[in-house]
T-cell receptor
Framework: EPEVTQTPSHQVTQMGQEVILRCVPISNHLYFYWYRQILGQKVEFLVSFYNNEISEKSEIFDDQFSVERPDGSNFTLKIRSTKLEDSAMYFC?????????????FGPGTRLTVT | AQSVTQLGSHVSVSEGALVLLRCNYSSSVPPYLFWYVQYPNQGLQLLLKYTSAATLVKGINGFEAEFKKSETSFHLTKPSAHMSDAAEYFCAVSEVGGTSYGKLTFGQGTILTVHP
């Protein structure tokens, strides 16, 4: 069964460093998403990506964040200069249906720890 | 704006007992509603979804949920709990149409514990 994969499973970085989180969505999917979950808090939407551009983003997704689909298979989230409060589990998701209901398949997550 | 409230951050049941996990939503437009399950150290797995067809939705592993518009609820039930159901469950809402591309808004999650 096709699945969304994410690498690395755990990333430790120092404050101020850049990190890139990688995701391989399911191959025929059209919609791509990043969410995050700070320990003990809700899963929060960061950004959606469709047709090679950002379709929607949350107020969390500021200029420090960017997304890219560099080669038609990978989908990356870059954090330019990490802060302590960026420590969280980051989930990638992908979905296939045009026009909804945008059923989303999630990857296992990358745990980002900023020290 | 859409929001989700899950009543009860922890629910504990005995094996074989009824499971009821509560979810109430708020949405300014007709919603799509989802339940996801997360097992330890794994991603979110879709249990079931409501997409404006039948109000009683059946999902995987014997779970079902009923959409009640008048109560703005989408509670998750299973008639008989199994030890393997122990996990964290998330209710989520997404809005239909407009400029939304399926952004999910999640509840805070309910941890289900099943006792032998």
């Amino acid at each position: 069964e096709p699945e969304v994969t994410q690498t690395p499973s755990h990333q430790v970085t120092q404050m101020g460093q850049e990190v890139i989180l990688r995701c391989v969505p399911i191959s025929n999917h059209l919609y791509f998403y990043w969410y995050r979950q700070i320990l003990g808090q809700k899963v929060e939407f960061l950004v959606s990506f469709y047709n090679n551009e950002i379709s929607e983003k949350s107020e969390i997704f500021d200029d420090q964040f960017s997304v890219e689909r560099p080669d038609g298979s990978n989908f990356t989230l870059k954090i330019r200069s990490t802060k302590l409060e960026d420590s969280a589990m980051y989930f990638c998701a992908s979905g296939e249906e045009a026009g909804g209901p945008y059923e989303q398949y999630f990857g296992p997550g990358t745990r980002l720890t900023v020290t | 704006a859409q929001s989700v409230t899950q009543l009860g951050s922890h629910v504990s049941v005995s094996e074989g007992a009824l499971v009821l996990l509560r979810c109430n939503y708020s949405s300014s437009v007709p919603p799509y509603l989802f339940w996801y399950v997360q097992y330890p150290n794994q991603g979110l797995q879709l249990l079931l979804k409501y997409t404006s067809a039948a109000t009683l939705v059946k999902g995987i592993n014997g779970f079902e949920a009923e959409f009640k518009k008048s109560e703005t609820s989408f509670h998750l039930t299973k008639p008989s709990a199994h030890m393997s159901d122990a996990a964290e469950y998330f209710c989520a809402v997404s809005e239909v149409g407009g400029t939304s591309y399926g952004k999910l808004t999640f509840g805070q999650g309910t941890i289900l514990t099943v006792h032998p």
